[in-house]
């Protein structure tokens, strides 16, 4: 009755000084470190969510990004069609259709003028342009269409265009075609070649199907980018702006480039061979909003922002469980080796600690930018943790050596954000030597006993 209590007292004894238990104990931590972790990762999505909504507000306010699409030529006609009367006796009758003809030569200049708007904790970048569009429509192939030039309607022509947010306009476009000037009126009837287009009626009789020659401009407000659609068989785009940190994005990249900290200049040059379009059709008025085919043949500027705290706190979060991880190993490699007993519960509040870490960044990145916030709250969590460690252990080098090594852990993952090619390359580098120097301080520990 008596050995009882003792063999007892030495199984207590050993949970509280076996190795392995409290290695156990530690990774079921880490584990349960993981649910704060997620829903950290949560209000990030939500916070960035919320930046979005606000710069909807602010472009649905101001003007949205705009894409330039046009001009198209548009030359009503008259056709013969098949049918069948009452009797079932087939007959003739005419009928109106459109033809379309797009540009033989297209070019168009922007000189973007930014500003940023703030909206409370949120930027965003916004712009005024004057876009100049020229080039000229060839002949219509009438050949290939089927259509005699008697039956084309060419008083009643039209030259269609359009942006995606008509309240960027600020002032009416004048249209300069075939010797006529125009002012272009709103489209909308239900055939109309744009959702939100432009028209100006034109006459070209005179012409009597030869090259017309053409120039507007677009004096517009936008917000975040400016786009073009491909539309003629040579195109020749230049945007020039006074932002420092543009981003050229869809389908096709600017020949030339320029971009400093004072501003950028773009030039584009394009044949239609590989254009979705076809030069000229009839009939079908919804070919050029077709949205593969015109995702195919936009291209653009984006003004973003140079820094997206969030995207970067974002991948800060994703290294949670390596930064824990090596935390708690190097406390645990201390604790064995200089042999002082660290309580499971201070690896709950260490844990917590860096937790917050995570908080503390997105918070203060919001005001202050990211690279500063990751400063603020890594020298405030590595100085929490190491001044508690302190505190634990009496051991001055001990301590320093391990708040330089959770120095180091931080330093290394604000590096590996800043790398995008490299990043993974270099953390598998890293992560390998870091597993060497653990297989080297593990060797002599035992693992049933300190």
Same mark, same amino acid.
């Given at each position: 009755?008596?050995?009882?209590?003792? %063999?007892?007292?030495?199984?207590?004894?050993?949970?509280?000084?076996?190795?392995?238990?409290? $290695?156990?104990?530690?990774?079921?931590?880490?584990?349960?470190?993981?649910?704060?972790?997620? *829903?950290?990762?949560?209000?990030?999505?939500?916070?960035?969510?919320?930046?979005?909504?606000?710069?909807?507000?602010?472009?649905?306010?101001?003007?949205?990004?705009?894409?330039?699409?046009?001009?198209?030529?548009?030359?009503?006609?008259?056709?013969?069609?098949?049918?069948?009367?009452?009797?079932?006796?087939?007959?003739?009758?005419?009928?109106?259709?459109?033809?379309?003809?797009?540009?033989?030569?297209?070019?168009?200049? =922007?000189?973007?003028?930014?500003?940023?708007?703030?909206?409370?904790?949120?930027?965003?970048?916004?712009?005024?342009?004057?876009?100049?569009?020229?080039?000229?429509?060839?002949?219509?192939?009438?050949?290939?269409?089927?259509?005699?030039?008697?039956?084309?309607?060419?008083?009643?022509?039209?030259?269609?265009?359009?942006?995606?947010?008509?309240?960027?306009? %600020?002032?009416?476009?004048?249209?300069? =075609?075939?010797?006529?000037?125009?002012?272009?009126?709103?489209?909308?009837?239900?055939?109309?070649?744009? =959702?939100?287009?432009?028209?100006?009626?034109?006459?070209?009789?005179?012409?009597?199907?030869?090259?017309?020659?053409?120039?507007?401009?677009?004096?517009?407000?936008?917000?975040?980018?400016?786009?073009?659609?491909?539309?003629?068989?040579?195109?020749?785009?230049?945007?020039?702006?006074?932002?420092?940190?543009?981003?050229?994005?869809?389908?096709?990249?600017?020949?030339?480039?320029?971009?400093?900290?004072?501003?950028?200049?773009?030039?584009?040059?394009?044949?239609?061979?590989?254009?979705?379009?076809?030069?000229?059709?009839?009939?079908?008025?919804?070919?050029?909003?077709?949205?593969?085919?015109?995702?195919?043949?936009?291209?653009?500027?984006?003004?973003?922002?140079?820094?997206?705290?969030?995207?970067?706190?974002?991948?800060?979060?994703?290294?949670?469980?390596?930064?824990?991880?090596?935390?708690?190993?190097?406390?645990? *490699?201390?604790?064995?080796?200089?042999?002082?007993?660290?309580?499971?519960?201070?690896?709950?509040?260490?844990?917590?600690?860096?937790?917050?870490?995570?908080?503390?960044? $997105?918070?203060?990145?919001?005001?202050?930018?990211?690279?500063?916030?990751?400063?603020?709250?890594?020298?405030?969590?590595?100085?929490?943790?190491?001044?508690?460690?302190?505190?634990?252990?009496?051991?001055?080098?001990?301590?320093?050596?391990?708040?330089?090594?959770?120095?180091?852990?931080?330093?290394?993952?604000?590096?590996?954000?800043? *790398?995008?090619?490299?990043?993974?390359?270099?953390?598998?580098?890293?992560?390998?030597?870091?597993?060497?120097?653990?297989?080297?301080?593990?060797?002599?520990?035992?693992?049933?006993?300190?």
């Amino acid at each position: 009755m008596i050995e009882l209590p003792e %063999k007892e007292h030495g199984f207590m004894d050993w949970l509280k000084e076996s190795v392995t238990v409290k $290695l156990v104990f530690i990774g079921l931590l880490i584990l349960v470190l993981l649910i704060p972790s997620s *829903l950290i990762d949560g209000i990030i999505n939500e916070r960035a969510n919320r930046q979005e909504e606000m710069m909807r507000d602010v472009s649905d306010k101001w003007s949205g990004s705009q894409l330039i699409a046009g001009p198209v030529l548009i030359i009503p006609y008259l056709k013969q069609v098949k049918y069948l009367d009452e009797k079932q006796t087939e007959k003739l009758k005419t009928v109106a259709d459109n033809l379309y003809l797009l540009p033989d030569d297209l070019n168009m200049k =922007a000189e973007l003028k930014t500003e940023v708007i703030h909206r409370g904790i949120y930027d965003l970048v916004v712009y005024h342009t004057v876009v100049k569009v020229s080039g000229n429509f060839g002949k219509v192939d009438l050949n290939a269409l089927n259509v005699p030039i008697n039956q084309l309607s060419l008083n009643k022509a039209k030259i269609a265009f359009s942006i995606s947010d008509l309240k960027g306009l %600020k002032s009416t476009p004048v249209v300069n =075609a075939a010797g006529q000037s125009i002012s272009a009126q709103p489209s909308f009837n239900n055939d109309t070649l744009f =959702a939100s287009g432009l028209q100006a009626s034109v006459d070209l009789s005179a012409l009597n199907n030869t090259t017309t020659n053409f120039d507007y401009n677009l004096d517009l407000i936008g917000s975040e980018a400016l786009s073009f659609l491909h539309l003629g068989k040579n195109t020749k785009v230049t945007v020039t702006g006074n932002w420092g940190s543009p981003s050229f994005d869809g389908r096709y990249l600017p020949e030339t480039r320029m971009v400093d900290k004072e501003g950028f200049t773009a030039n584009w040059h394009m044949l239609y061979y590989y254009r979705p379009f076809p030069q000229q059709w009839t009939g079908d008025q919804s070919i050029l909003n077709n949205p593969k085919k015109q995702a195919d043949a936009t291209f653009g500027v984006k003004l973003r922002l140079p820094v997206d705290q969030y995207q970067k706190t974002t991948r800060t979060s994703k290294y949670a469980i390596l930064i824990i991880l090596l935390t708690f190993i190097s406390l645990f *490699l201390t604790e064995v080796i200089l042999k002082y007993r660290v309580h499971v519960f201070n690896y709950m509040l260490i844990g917590a600690a860096m937790i917050i870490y995570y908080s503390l960044l $997105l918070s203060f990145s919001e005001r202050i930018g990211f690279q500063l916030a990751y400063l603020v709250a890594s020298v405030a969590t590595i100085g929490l943790i190491t001044t508690f460690i302190g505190s634990l252990i009496k051991n001055r080098l001990a301590v320093l050596l391990f708040g330089i090594t959770l120095s180091v852990f931080y330093l290394f993952i604000f590096v590996l954000i800043q *790398l995008e090619d490299l990043a993974l390359m270099v953390g598998s580098i890293a992560l390998f030597l870091i597993v060497a120097a653990l297989m080297f301080f593990s060797r002599k520990i035992n693992w049933s006993k300190q």
